[in-house]
């Protein structure tokens, strides 16, 4: 389940970079209101087709069944980072885990995953290959 949160998120690394490329705020929604088609470029994050311009959604609002919350942060126009925490229908060893796709300003991608507020079931094999363990994604 960690590995398929960590596939979700990666795939909106495309939709990031592509907004980034077009000089726009990628923002989790699937859409966005017809007033900022062009400053920010939706990356499908959002379960609902409603416009908006989020960088944060909630479990009624995330399209995965596994994602609790998901943030979307732009610490500078190259700099990115998604970050979700796992929760609703996950196995309760992994509940409160953090996993982030973090985007440097040259754009290198890296993965990271944090035990976050996991239960006592946590395992550091938890984390897939190519993902690095963190304290704080």
Known sequence: QVTRVVGELAAAKTAVD????????PVLNNRVP??????????GMSATSTAGTA???????VRSNLIQSVTLDRATASD???TAVI????NKDIRGANVAQSRSSDGVWT????????????KA?????????SSAP
């Open 18 to 25: 592509a907004a980034i490329f077009d000089g726009k705020n």
């Open 55 to 61: 960088t944060t959604l909630t479990a009624a609002q």
């Open 80 to 82: 990115v980072k998604i």
């Open 125 to 133: 094999s938890f984390v897939p290959a190519g993902c690095q363990a």
């Open 87 to 90: 929760g609703r229908n996950a």
């Open 34 to 43: 017809d007033t900022n088609v062009s400053s920010f470029a939706p990356i």
């Open 111 to 122: 993965c990271y995953v944090s035990k976050g507020s996991a239960g006592n079931g946590w």
